[in-house]
């Protein structure tokens, strides 16, 4: 069975800095890697995913992560923290095959202080 | 197209009492599922369906019942609500064109269920 992990219940940066959330997985096989961002009182938003290529992937709002196939890891990161970027991140993982079904991380709050 | 729609968006419901969370997509999505939230658990899994007349047990199906008559609609229905059954439910649908399980998940706004 798959899992995800999330180490950091909440992440806490300034304005201007550097960011990233850790994200593990374990899947038999091949991943699909996910990051979702939750605003307060909304729905799960995509923001990016690694299928497959490239282990450096870029998505919306100036996200990118990190796949690294031996640490079995896929961490988010940005250049630059916006307040606006204060959510919840989700980490999630799909095999190859099997169940299509995704396997989210407990999630980690970013908290960006102006 | 307005997406993954959820009605209603906030429930409180007694002991017993049965009820249905409706979930409805306009993108003729194949895949849709159904999640819960909880706080520091994450999304888990409640039940999914792979096309009209297909639906499958996630990881936390108890309690549960779902049926997919139209590609459109995957309504939940709880059958006797329990208070552990607290929780914030996300309706989400993919498309499976393509690399099969690479298509991103679109999420519904969820509804807020109390069980009293």
């Known amino acids: 069975a798959q899992s995800v992990a999330q180490p950091e219940d909440q992440v806490n940066v300034a304005e201007g800095n550097p960011l990233t959330v850790k994200c593990t997985y374990s899947?038999?096989?091949?991943?699909?890697l996910f990051w979702y961002v939750q605003y307060p009182n909304r729905g799960l938003q995509f923001l990016l995913k690694?299928?497959?290529?490239?282990?450096l992937v870029k998505g919306s709002y100036g996200f990118e992560a990190e796949f690294n196939k031996s640490q079995t890891s896929f961490h988010l990161k940005k250049p630059s923290a916006l307040v606006s970027d204060s959510a919840l991140y989700f980490c999630?993982?799909?095999?190859?095959?099997?169940?299509?079904?995704?396997?989210f991380g407990s999630g980690t709050r970013l908290q960006v202080q102006p | 197209n307005a997406g993954v729609t959820q009605t209603p968006k906030f429930q409180v419901l007694k002991t017993g009492q049965s009820m249905t969370l409706q979930c409805a997509q306009d993108?003729?999505?194949?895949?849709m599922s159904w999640y819960r939230q909880d706080p520091g658990m994450g999304l888990r899994l409640i039940h999914y369906?792979?096309?009209?007349?297909?639906?499958d047990q996630g990881e936390v199906p108890n309690g549960y019942n779902v049926s997919r008559s139209t590609t459109e609609d995957f309504p939940l229905r709880l059958l006797s609500a329990a208070p552990s059954q607290t929780s914030v439910y996300f309706c989400?649908?993919?498309?499976?064109?393509?690399?099969?399980?690479?298509?991103?998940?679109?999420f519904g706004p969820g509804t807020r269920l109390t069980v009293l």
């Open positions: 999630a993982v799909r095999p190859y095959t099997g169940r299509r079904a995704l396997t």
């Open positions: 899947v038999s096989g091949n991943p699909y």
């Open positions: 690694y299928i497959t290529g490239d282990n």
């Open positions: 993108m003729n999505h194949e895949y």
């Open positions: 369906s792979v096309g009209a007349g297909i639906t």
């Open positions: 989400a649908s993919f498309t499976q064109t393509g690399p099969v399980g690479a298509n991103e998940q679109f």
